[in-house]
């Protein structure tokens, strides 16, 4: 949002509406809780010598007119009714910009009105509830061509038969995903969700978000479901929510950084190659505000956490704990599948898996039937695969490992 603020320094909310010689235009990121100047705008004050131009109030108000909220130390009715007009906001108060924009944005955050977590998704959607895991179905589209970190077990495929994520027969075009719907529709009517889950990262290429609005405005009954590493989420919130996305799947595999880098080789952040604990530590940052902002949006966050015996086993409730607090709702631990760096550390057992499970669940609800998924899967999970029919005959594209 854009708010205008009357001053003279760029530093103190000091000009009554009508004197003012100038305003500063504040951008805020009401998600992320940032905000930044962008320019400082000549006004003409209506108020000069004690004599009032109405005239000049209604240019005044123009100079704001793309403002939601108007700051100024003073104002009088004529000058409130010409901002009203314009639909924007009017704050009396004197003080520093930089106190009250945080004043401010803790009570946008606050006063923001959460979509409600609606029970649909809980009951519809075949990875959240057991009753309906045999009965409704699930169609990923493989959209998303790249990746932004590198975990060490992790080997993204091009392929037609393993059975694990990051793995799909090619990247469809997102032009082609509308039609891709309706198809597995015909072929699967049992589907109820729409999600994209790689086979890289979801938010690491702007596809995702593009493909789930053309998808929504075709089929907005059918549930949007994104899985993410989590780095690119914080600040995508309300495009996501624009979009139609109503359950968000995050991988947190660490909130300690040293941990995190026994985990992911490095991360790739506004261009920037990352490791070691800095490239840790910035991650898990990452993860749990981009959580914390889908929660507040009223998003159902589940989180996967890969259990990897002798490197996170131990980990597991504090990061159960963290991610509880950041607004997740529920935990899927899945096992390591040993290969890449990681070849030579063994699956966990199912005591070892039913352990984490037990020290997660004092915090978080588990989900305890993931079939990993491929990233093109289509159709009821572990009763039918309707993706080899699906994208029959057709040339997908390839890859990108960057």
Request: proline residues 5%; hydrophobic residues 35%; aromatic residues 4%.
């Amino acid at each position: 949002m854009r708010v205008a603020v009357a001053t003279t320094d760029g530093m103190v909310i000091s000009k009554h509406f009508g004197k003012t010689p100038e305003f500063c235009i504040i951008d805020i990121d009401e998600f992320s809780g940032t905000w930044k100047i962008t320019e400082r705008r000549v006004n003409s004050p209506a108020c000069r010598e004690g004599e009032h131009d109405d005239r000049a109030f209604e240019k005044s108000a123009d100079v704001v007119a793309d403002c939601d909220t108007v700051f100024v130390s003073k104002l009088g009715p004529r000058a409130r009714m010409a901002l009203e007009r314009r639909g924007i906001q009017v704050l009396e108060i004197f003080g520093f910009i930089d106190e009250t924009l945080e004043k401010y944005i803790d009570y946008l955050r606050k006063s923001r009105p959460k979509r409600p977590k609606h029970r649909d998704v809980m009951t519809e959607h075949p990875c959240f509830s057991d009753g309906s895991q045999k009965r409704r179905g699930r169609l990923h589209l493989p959209v998303s061509r790249s990746c932004n970190i590198q975990c060490r077990f992790c080997v993204r495929a091009l392929n037609k038969n393993e059975n694990r994520p990051g793995v799909s027969g090619g990247i469809l075009p997102a032009g082609e995903a509308v039609e891709t719907v309706s198809k597995a529709l015909s072929l699967c009517p049992e589907i109820t969700v729409v999600g994209i889950a790689g086979p890289g990262d979801a938010l690491a290429s702007p596809e995702a978000i593009e493909v789930f609005r053309l998808v929504h405005e075709k089929f907005p009954n059918l549930i949007k479901c994104l899985s993410t590493n989590g780095l690119a989420l914080p600040g995508k919130g309300k495009a996501l929510d624009d979009a139609g996305v109503r359950s968000v799947t995050v991988t947190v595999n660490a909130v300690d950084p040293f941990i995190a880098d026994e985990v992911v080789s490095h991360i790739v952040c506004d261009g920037q190659v990352m490791r070691g604990t800095e490239a840790g530590r910035l991650l898990i940052e990452r993860q749990l505000w981009g959580i914390r902002e889908v929660s507040d949006i009223g998003m159902i966050v589940k989180v996967n956490t890969v259990l990897i015996p002798t490197i996170n086993d131990r980990h597991i409730e504090e990061i159960a704990q963290a991610v509880k607090e950041a607004g997740a709702s529920m935990h899927n631990i899945i096992p390591l599948i040993p290969q890449h760096e990681l070849s030579h550390i063994p699956a966990p057992t199912c005591e070892e898996l039913g352990a984490a499970r037990d020290a997660a669940g004092k915090h978080l609800t588990q989900f305890r039937h993931c079939q990993h998924c491929r990233a093109d899967a289509c159709g009821v999970p572990g009763k039918s695969d309707f993706s080899g029919s699906l994208y029959a005959g057709r040339i997908l594209e390839t890859f990108s490992h960057g």
